[in-house]
């Protein structure tokens, strides 16, 4: 185990410790010194460990929605002394974004150029479980007008929602070790090549905007024929006409965070080069091979199975 795998776990820390200050601190304050704590960590674990900490960017959104309000509308959106309940709330909508629709997750990091090396769906649904039943007990203790102690108030509303995230960081730093060591810790990385006419289409990304790459790539975890469906999905954003991506290539590499990842590498065969709706540029082979400098590190080893598939394509499809 090394920091890399760690800061998974320490992404929970600036959610944990804003709601523990909460209690303690001016509540507007506490919130805006939570966000700045998870934007600053947000960015340093994008920028330096080039990965996407999802509960980062849960602590982001989350808290940063409740900062907004109490800035901007004071107590009208949230009322005096419920700001704990309100925080837990935001941060479980957007739990339930994320575990919903996960391609809005997937979207953004591809967007940034970054892998995601880690799944959070375990933690995100014990997140969802445990705060919709904290949530609608409050709320039934409410409506029944319940006159309970100081003890039993500050237990409710206080402890458990900051236990909730303890446990889902106990969980996660045990799941890290217990991967480590039993080597489950594979994520399947779907790469997506568009060809045409012998060509290969390859664009530069936000975060090597020098290095040029295959334009299309996503994470996830699950079998190979979800991996097939989840780049069936993904070209019919970016094509004109209804082609299908085939799967050429599978093997294992090792990315920057530790993780040993699936590698599926999918040729996406297009009958013109007007077909894709992306920035980008077709590369003759023999072009590609001069200038090998120009191409991030991660195609290398990939070029020689994109060369003979597109020719291959181009001879006996077209």
Same mark, same amino acid.
């Given at each position: 185990?090394?920091?890399?795998?760690?800061?998974?776990?320490?992404?929970?820390?600036?959610?944990?410790?804003?709601?523990?200050?909460?209690?303690?601190?001016?509540?507007?304050?506490?919130?805006?010194?939570?966000?700045?704590?998870?934007?600053?960590?947000?960015?340093?674990?994008?920028?330096?460990?080039?990965?996407?900490?999802?509960?980062?960017?849960?602590?982001?959104?989350?808290?940063?929605?409740?900062?907004?309000?109490?800035?901007?509308?004071?107590?009208?959106?949230?009322?005096?002394?419920?700001?704990?309940?309100?925080?837990?709330?935001?941060?479980?909508?957007?739990?339930?974004?994320?575990?919903?629709?996960?391609?809005?997750?997937?979207?953004?990091?591809?967007?940034?150029?970054?892998?995601?090396?880690?799944?959070?769906?375990?933690?995100?649904? %014990?997140? =969802? *479980?445990?705060? $919709? @039943?904290?949530? +609608?007990? &409050?709320?039934?203790?409410?409506?029944?007008? #319940?006159?309970?102690?100081?003890?039993?108030?500050?237990?409710? %509303?206080? =402890? *458990?929602?900051? $236990? @909730?995230?303890? +446990?889902? &960081?106990?969980?996660?730093?045990?799941?890290? #070790?217990?991967?480590?060591?039993?080597?489950?810790?594979?994520?399947?990385? =779907?790469?997506?090549?568009? @060809?045409?006419?012998?060509? &290969?289409?390859?664009?530069?990304?936000?975060?090597?905007?020098?290095?040029?790459?295959?334009?299309?790539?996503?994470?996830?975890?699950?079998?190979?024929?979800?991996?097939?469906?989840?780049?069936?999905?993904?070209?019919?954003?970016?094509?004109?006409?209804?082609?299908?991506?085939?799967?050429?290539?599978?093997?294992?590499?090792?990315?920057?965070?530790?993780?040993?990842?699936?590698?599926?590498?999918?040729?996406?065969?297009?009958?013109?080069?007007?077909?894709?709706?992306?920035?980008?540029?077709?590369?003759?082979?023999?072009?590609?091979?001069?200038?090998?400098?120009?191409?991030?590190?991660?195609?290398?080893?990939?070029?020689?199975?994109?060369?003979?598939?597109?020719?291959?394509?181009?001879?006996?499809?077209?």
């Amino acid at each position: 185990m090394n920091l890399r795998n760690k800061i998974v776990s320490i992404g929970l820390l600036p959610i944990i410790i804003t709601l523990i200050g909460l209690h303690f601190f001016h509540n507007t304050e506490m919130l805006g010194a939570g966000l700045l704590l998870s934007i600053i960590m947000l960015t340093y674990n994008i920028t330096r460990m080039k990965d996407l900490n999802f509960f980062l960017l849960l602590g982001t959104l989350g808290i940063g929605t409740c900062f907004i309000l109490r800035l901007f509308w004071g107590y009208k959106y949230v009322p005096l002394n419920t700001i704990t309940p309100t925080l837990e709330f935001s941060l479980m909508v957007f739990a339930f974004i994320y575990y919903t629709a996960p391609e809005l997750y997937n979207g953004m990091v591809n967007k940034l150029g970054i892998r995601n090396c880690f799944s959070y769906k375990l933690e995100t649904k %014990i997140i =969802i *479980i445990l705060s $919709s @039943i904290h949530l +609608i007990l &409050l709320y039934i203790i409410k409506t029944l007008n #319940h006159d309970w102690s100081p003890e039993g108030r500050f237990f409710m %509303i206080n =402890i *458990i929602p900051v $236990s @909730i995230y303890i +446990i889902c &960081l106990i969980l996660n730093t045990i799941g890290i #070790h217990i991967a480590a060591k039993i080597d489950l810790s594979r994520h399947n990385i =779907i790469r997506i090549a568009p @060809i045409c006419n012998g060509k &290969l289409f390859l664009s530069q990304k936000s975060l090597t905007p020098e290095l040029l790459d295959i334009p299309i790539e996503g994470g996830m975890d699950g079998t190979i024929e979800d991996g097939k469906k989840y780049a069936l999905k993904a070209v019919k954003k970016i094509t004109l006409n209804n082609v299908q991506p085939r799967l050429i290539l599978h093997y294992n590499n090792e990315c920057s965070c530790g993780a040993c990842n699936d590698i599926l590498l999918f040729i996406l065969p297009l009958k013109t080069e007007k077909d894709i709706m992306l920035d980008g540029k077709f590369f003759n082979f023999e072009d590609i091979e001069k200038n090998t400098h120009l191409l991030n590190p991660s195609i290398k080893k990939e070029l020689e199975h994109l060369r003979n598939a597109a020719s291959l394509w181009k001879d006996f499809y077209l």
